[in-house]
């Protein structure tokens, strides 16, 4: 009897379909998000019921990876414009686009220089880079660098330090530049500089000296619903919200998707 129930089982288990694991869902986000996404990745993935994908990169490159056809379902753009980019080729639900973080723009240095502060001035700022480059994320597509230059053109800096930039694919190459001291200075945002303890803040660039830094996240047009709803809903949660606080953003008010 019980070798006869034995063979039942089995004769039923080969004829049941396999379970599925459930589809990861994969967000796509700027790389200055890297430390708090991370931490939030196992609450996330115990929320949505989900394994959770992150990917990380420049705005610019994610951005033009999903146009190319990327699986993502959640895009987190480090500036409007990339996401606004992503808006007018129909790569993101434009109903779901929400400016959920701010940041600052932050001067750095390798946490054993001997300066503590650093007057954001043109003669301060040539003496402090001596024979060496300023770290910053390449200006022409990378939003942390865009903002850079916006910010030491207003400052009137942008002309003394032009020829001396070692431009990067992204904001977290530039940190670790300065962080390993092969640069003796940085420009980077304030949650990257908090999230590495081989580097100092030696100045903040006022708000008024380039746009405002805000961080819009979307749901893709291709995006695996309501899983992806789920986790656009979960990262303006308080959970996330707290996480976001502790690593130095800003936590804007945001307006929930339709």
Not at 163 to 186: C, I, K, Q, S
Request: proline residues 7%; aromatic residues 6%.
């Amino acid at each position: 009897m019980l070798a006869r129930r034995a063979f039942i089982a089995a004769a039923l288990s080969a004829l049941s379909p396999p379970l599925r694991a459930a589809a990861p869902l994969t967000i796509f986000a700027a790389a200055s998000l890297k430390t708090a996404l991370d931490a939030l990745a196992a609450p996330m993935r115990h929320a949505l019921s989900a394994p959770v994908r992150l990917v990380y990169a420049s705005s610019a490159v994610l951005a033009r990876q999903i146009e190319q056809g990327a699986p993502a379902d959640l895009f987190w753009s480090a500036d409007r414009e990339w996401m606004e980019w992503c808006s007018a080729r129909h790569l993101v639900r434009k109903e779901t686009i929400v400016d959920l973080l701010g940041n600052q723009l932050v001067l750095i240095a390798p946490a054993t220089a001997p300066l503590a502060t650093l007057a954001l001035q043109p003669s301060a700022l040539k003496d402090a880079l001596g024979d060496g480059r300023l770290a910053i994320g390449e200006t022409r597509s990378v939003p942390a660098g865009r903002y850079a230059k916006e910010a030491l053109t207003t400052l009137g800096l942008w002309d003394g330090i032009a020829t001396r930039l070692a431009e990067t694919d992204n904001v977290r190459a530039a940190l670790l530049l300065t962080a390993r001291g092969e640069t003796p200075l940085g420009i980077v945002y304030a949650s990257d500089a908090m999230a590495e303890p081989r580097v100092k803040i030696l100045a903040t660039f006022p708000a008024t000296s380039h746009k405002p830094i805000v961080y819009p996240l979307a749901l893709t047009r291709e995006a695996s619903m309501p899983t992806a709803t789920h986790a656009l809903r979960f990262l303006q949660g308080p959970d996330a919200r707290a996480i976001f606080m502790h690593d130095g953003f800003s936590v804007l008010t945001p307006q929930r998707p339709a």
